[in-house]
């Protein structure tokens, strides 16, 4: 099946920093997803980005779905950034699950 | 807008037992899907309905089970509890297959 991986798996910054995480994906991708999930669980959906670039605030992605990656930007960190962050792919051939990265864990130190 | 929801927040159940998790899509949105979140296994899924009919199901054994009602509602069973299904479970429901809108989870405990 197609594999997901993030990088880096634990990432600690200083709060005002600027931060870049990585989704590769092993498989051409219907849909891209990055969230936020939250210290009580919720999957806070940050963007939909099978292609292209998008911005929204503090934060932009970048997927380049010929060379199967994806880019999360976080600028300007602040503490409530904390927390991990999954990319999602769902395989292209409509099969509609998710498939999930393993998460990078952010950590916005005050 | 609400978001989707899900009850209860928290279950406990003993092992063997069944438990029930509901779940309330995005008013519009007709595909649910369902995700099991557990310690060190990451999110996986587990099934998919569509129009009340499931169009897909993860590597999950038959135990887990589930449907949607004629309102696009729909309920996870699982039966038979094991320990190890101790997870949180989580539920997101999605429009014409685009973006995905997951709830707030239901954590499940087995003792």
């Known amino acids: 099946g197609i594999q997901v991986e993030q990088s880096p798996p634990d990432l600690i910054l200083q709060e005002g920093a600027n931060s870049t995480l990585r989704c590769n994906f092993s498989?051409?991708?219907?849909?891209l997803q990055w969230f936020h999930q939250n210290p009580w669980g919720q999957l806070i959906n940050l963007f939909y980005i099978p292609s292209g670039t998008k911005q929204n605030g503090r934060l932009s992605a970048t997927t380049v779905a010929t060379e199967r990656y994806s880019l999360l930007y976080i600028s300007s960190s602040q503490t409530t950034d904390s927390g991990v962050y999954f990319c999602a792919v769902e395989l292209q051939g409509g099969s509609e699950k998710l498939v999930f990265g393993k998460g990078t864990k952010l950590t916005v130190n005050p | 807008e609400a978001g989707v929801t899900q009850s209860p927040t928290h279950l406990i159940k003993t092992r063997g037992q069944q438990a029930t998790l509901r779940c309330s899509p995005i008013s519009g949105h007709t595909s649910v899907y369902w995700y099991q979140q557990a310690l060190g296994l990451g999110l996986q899924f587990l099934l998919w309905?569509?129009?009340?009919?499931?169009?897909n199901r993860g590597n999950f054994p038959p135990r887990f089970s589930g449907r949607q009602f004629p309102n696009y509602s729909s309920e996870l069973n699982v039966n038979a509890l094991e320990l190890e299904d101790s997870a949180l479970y989580l539920c997101?429901?999605?429009?014409?297959?685009?973006?995905?809108?997951f709830g707030p989870g239901t954590r499940l405990t087995v003792t």
């Open positions: 997101a429901s999605s429009l014409a297959r685009m973006m995905q809108y």
């Open positions: 498989d051409s991708v219907n849909n």
């Open positions: 309905y569509d129009e009340g009919e499931e169009r």
